[in-house]
């Protein structure tokens, strides 16, 4: 099996779940993005804005989600440790949001930036880890902080 039939199989295997129906795409900057081509879906996707990278993605090219993972990987790491203070629930925070907003992009309307959209599900994936997990609250040994006066 070639890779790009190994490719072609995957994506027939694991379909993006907006792409029920005909749904409309994103409204971009580039109208040629709105349906892209296979020569348009092979230059680099880095130098592309977030609106026709999130296009790209929604036309059945999923390899393009990996460009906004590496484009808002710091960005949301650094949320998460201000939020958390622990990396292990950071990393599990990112991956959610990251699941999230992969599977309701379809949802994602571009009268927001999609910056901000994705930062918000991050925020909220911190929030609902915190409120799973609360911090242990720490209780002083026996004596230990109380003076008797």
Known sequence: MTARTAAAVR??????????????TIATHSPALANPSAR????????????DVVNVVLGDNRDGFET???RYNPRLH????ALLRDPAKTE???RNAYLK???QLGRFQSRALFSNWLTGLMVNEC?????????????????AGHRHL
Do not use: K, T, W, Y
């Not at 994506?11 to 409309?24: C, E, I, K, M, Y």
């Not at 650094?78 to 440790?81: A, L, Q, S, Y």
């Open 127 to 143: 929030l609902m880890l915190r409120h799973r997990h609360p911090r242990a609250s720490i209780v002083p040994p026996d004596g």
């Open 78 to 81: 650094r949320m998460g440790m």
């Open 11 to 24: 994506r027939q295997d694991h379909p993006l779940p907006n792409r029920v129906g005909a749904r409309p």
């Open 40 to 51: 348009e879906l092979s230059r680099p996707l880095i130098n592309l804005d977030d609106l």
């Open 92 to 94: 599990e925070a990112m």
């Open 68 to 70: 906004i993972v590496r």
């Open 101 to 103: 907003a992969f599977f």
